[in-house]
Nanobody, 116 residues
Framework: QVQLVESGGGLVQPGGSLRLSCAAS????????MTWYRQGPGKERELVAA????????NYADFVEGRFTISRDNAKNTVYLQMNSLKPEDTAVYYC?????????WGQGTQVTVSS
């Protein structure tokens, strides 16, 4: 079955950096686009970044403003989200997701808290 396991979240000061990882299994990872979403307190879940299957095409939400980079290692079945210049408003649970066999799958999420 499809499994997505995020890691790398934590508490970071404003202006700091984190790298999130999402290990995928149960499907042919290299054949599918991967996405990162987030859900802040009291907010709806929103798209953060997306990577095409080969990783050559990426897409970002406007609020990223060049601070985040999505990448993937198809040999390791892992997608990453490098987050720099973090702001308090980036505080959220971050989820990776894949749309496989006509259904969207989600990881359990990893908490990112940006606070001094």
């Amino acid at each position: 079955q499809v499994q997505l396991v995020e890691s790398g979240g934590g508490l970071v000061q404003p202006g700091g950096s984190l790298r999130l990882s999402c290990a995928a299994s149960g499907f042919t990872f290299s054949s599918y686009a991967m996405t990162w979403y987030r859900q802040g307190p009291g907010k709806e879940r929103e798209l953060v970044a997306a990577s095409a299957s080969a990783g050559t095409a990426t897409n970002y939400a406007d609020f990223v403003e060049g601070r985040f980079t999505i990448s993937r290692d198809n040999a390791k079945n892992t997608v990453y989200l490098q987050m720099n210049s973090l702001k308090p408003e980036d505080t959220a649970v971050y989820y990776c997701s894949a749309h496989v066999w006509g259904r969207r799958f989600w990881g359990q999420g990893t908490q990112v808290t940006v606070s001094s």
